[in-house]
């Protein structure tokens, strides 16, 4: 293998024979070395942030979510304005500087709702918003019968400041018909982030894998993120993450093969898949590394630990990570799958400082604010 320049990227078709052939060893070199290319200080970074998930009602019911429920549901919930205010005064008490938030798609909200949301969380607090992925945004411009770039000027006016790239799954339509029939298609996952991007907001770009994909699949969607990187420049970070199976329909939750939790019937009955059980360590590793290769034009790769745990998280920093995501003060959606992984600020340092990196504290757009 050779180093990879700017003028000399892989093709798609060199990403696919390296996704399948290279040894696991050899690709992790290869991404280590574009890695420490782009971060020479061997610095690895994190956020201080909270996950707010405003409410857990969807209609969208994905297959591969353990979170969603109906609006009649016992534990359905939309959390009210002080209980939102409490969790984002205790995440600047601790330190932080962003909350993400995120939730459903709830039939009862409208564009209001957002705008009367936002300008109530800036009247108060001095706090990066990142928030609203693209089947959100897409959802409240079609309630509110508005464009894309009407709602996110409108939602940017109200003090949105940066949109996660939750949603994304993987960016190809045949895999979202069966993890996702009613999400948002890839075109306009795309146009939100394109719209995002030209108004001046930072995104972050995600992928789920280990479902049912391809690696053809794979290598699409990292092909779709370059080329709107290439275009835009807006995109701050890639976040592979990997398919958690409990309590989902895809993992099997009512074909009496998921890893148990909740009991509900399946109501997504579109589709009826297979169960999934999701990717292994060295899968994971494998796509991480990959990621680095082929997204020459993004500086941040993210380590899961959400999904890995800290320990295969400090192994992803030799296979191109180099930032560990948020300290996630709060986490619903991927916890509601049973993975839960009871982590501290202190833990992610130690995690980062003995994998033999310096853990720093940044920003939502990577501005390094402490090191430890
Ligand atoms: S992944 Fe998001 S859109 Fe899909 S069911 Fe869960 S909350 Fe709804």
Not at 178 to 194: A, D, G, H
Not at 198 to 207: D, E, H, I, K
Request: hydrophobic share 40%; proline share 3%; with cysteine.
């Amino acid at each position: 293998m050779t180093e990879q320049t700017t003028n000399d990227r892989i093709s798609r078709k060199e990403a696919l024979t390296l996704f399948k052939d290279a040894d696991l060893l050899g690709l992790g070199m290869w991404a280590d070395i574009i890695r420490k290319a782009l971060h020479p200080e061997e610095v690895c970074t994190f956020v201080v942030d909270r996950n707010i998930n405003y409410t857990n009602v969807c209609i969208n019911k994905c297959t591969f979510c353990a979170f969603w429920r109906d609006e009649d549901d016992a534990d359905a919930y939309l959390l009210d304005r002080e209980t939102i205010f409490k969790k984002i005064e205790e995440t600047i008490a601790l330190g932080g500087t962003q909350i993400l938030i995120q939730g459903g798609l709830h039939p009862a909200l409208d564009i209001f709702y957002y705008v009367d949301l936002l300008a109530s969380i800036k009247e108060r607090f001095d706090i990066n918003v990142h928030g609203f992925s693209p089947p959100e945004i897409c959802y409240i411009a079609d309630a509110s019968d508005l464009t894309i770039q009407e709602t996110l000027t409108i939602l940017k006016a109200a003090g949105l400041d940066s949109i996660p790239g939750g949603g994304a799954e993987i960016l190809s339509d045949r895999v979202r018909e069966v993890l996702s029939p009613k999400k948002i298609k890839s075109s306009r996952w795309l146009e939100v982030m394109e719209a995002a991007h030209g108004l001046g907001m930072r995104t972050t770009a995600t992928m789920m894998f280990g479902s049912i994909e391809t690696p053809g699949d794979i290598v699409t969607h990292l092909d779709a993120i370059r080329q709107l990187q290439d275009k835009t420049g807006g995109f701050t970070a890639f976040i592979p993450w990997s398919f958690q199976p409990g309590n989902t329909e895809l993992g099997g939750r009512d074909s009496g093969l998921g890893t148990g939790g909740r009991t509900k019937r399946a109501k997504s009955k579109t589709q009826n898949p297979k169960p999934s059980y999701g990717a292994t360590a060295v899968e994971y590793l494998r796509v991480l590394a990959l990621s680095r290769i082929y997204l020459d034009n993004i500086d941040n790769i993210q380590a899961s630990w959400v999904t890995q745990g800290l320990k295969l998280a400090q192994v992803a920093l030799r296979f191109g990570a180099n930032d560990f995501g948020s300290t996630m003060i709060e986490e619903n959606v991927v916890a509601s799958t049973g993975v839960s992984y009871a982590v501290s600020m202190q833990d992610i340092i130690n995690a980062i400082r003995t994998a033999g990196f310096v853990p720093a504290q940044r920003d939502t757009r990577y501005n390094l604010l402490r090191l430890f």
